[in-house]
T-cell receptor
Framework: DTAVSQTPKYLVTQMGNDKSIKCEQN?????MYWYKQDSKKFLKIMFS???????INETVPNRFSPKSPDKAHLNLHINSLELGDSAVYFC??????????????FGPGTRLLVL | SQQGEEDPQALSIQEGENATMNCSYK?????LQWYRQNSGRGLVHLIL?????REKHSGRLRVTLDTSKKSSSLLITASRAADTASYFC??????????FGKGTRLSVIA
């Protein structure tokens, strides 16, 4: 009965490879997010999806592309991985109420290490 | 841009003591939320306080909000070793995702 799940939990890969991280939520929320948390624990939002539309796209490299096949899924595809992409990536979801985002529910994170 | 800034960056206390963490922000908000992150885990929502509220309680947690000073505090009473974690504040300002601070790392020593 996991609310927000991510796979894989760990991802070790070589520079230049392409990889995907999957996220699923069973909460019926209409908004999903991807965050990147660096080694200093700073949490930076990367993407936000509402009803399958990208509504916020922070200044992340276009090597990162979110893909949402349906309301319950938001996958993150990364092309040409670089050393600086090493971080923990978190998926989250929330419900919009009166155009405001309420509590966010986070997945367990995907630890990406680029060698 | 960074909205919430937690203070202190790190806090170490003895079990049973109270822990207070502060958060300052820059723009007007609709609500402010506190999250906890245990090592190697995702963030877990603790409490949400709306801009028209001044204080809120949840178990051993007490959150205050002062919109005139653009600040909030999280008080954990009678701390336990299990409270050891990083604590983040996040602000909601409408039409934008939550903006998280850099967090306070709390260590509770048994």
């Amino acid at each position: 009965d996991t609310a927000v799940s991510q796979t894989p939990k760990y991802l070790v890969t070589q520079m230049g490879n392409d990889k995907s991280i999957k996220c699923e939520q069973n909460l019926g929320h209409d908004t999903m997010y991807w965050y990147k948390q660096d080694s200093k624990k700073f949490l930076k939002i990367m993407f936000s999806y509402n009803n399958k539309e990208l509504i916020i796209n922070e200044t992340v490299p276009n090597r990162f592309s979110p893909k949402s096949p349906d309301k319950a899924h938001l996958n993150l595809h990364i092309n040409s991985l670089e050393l600086g992409d090493s971080a923990v990536y978190f998926c989250a979801s929330s419900q919009e109420v009166d155009r405001r985002q309420e509590t966010q529910y986070f997945g367990p994170g995907t630890r990406l290490l680029v060698l | 841009s960074q909205q919430g800034e937690e203070d202190p960056q790190a806090l170490s206390i003895q079990e049973g003591e109270n822990a207070t963490m502060n958060c300052s922000y820059k723009t007007s908000i609709n609500n402010l939320q506190w999250y906890r992150q245990n090592s190697g885990r995702g963030l877990v929502h603790l409490i949400l306080i709306r801009s028209n509220e001044r204080e809120k309680h949840s178990g051993r947690l007490r959150v205050t909000l002062d919109t005139s000073k653009k600040s909030s505090s999280l008080l954990i009473t009678a701390s336990r070793a299990a409270d050891t974690a990083s604590y983040f504040c996040a602000t909601e300002s409408g039409n934008t995702p939550l903006v998280f601070g850099k967090g306070t790392r709390l260590s509770v020593i048994a």
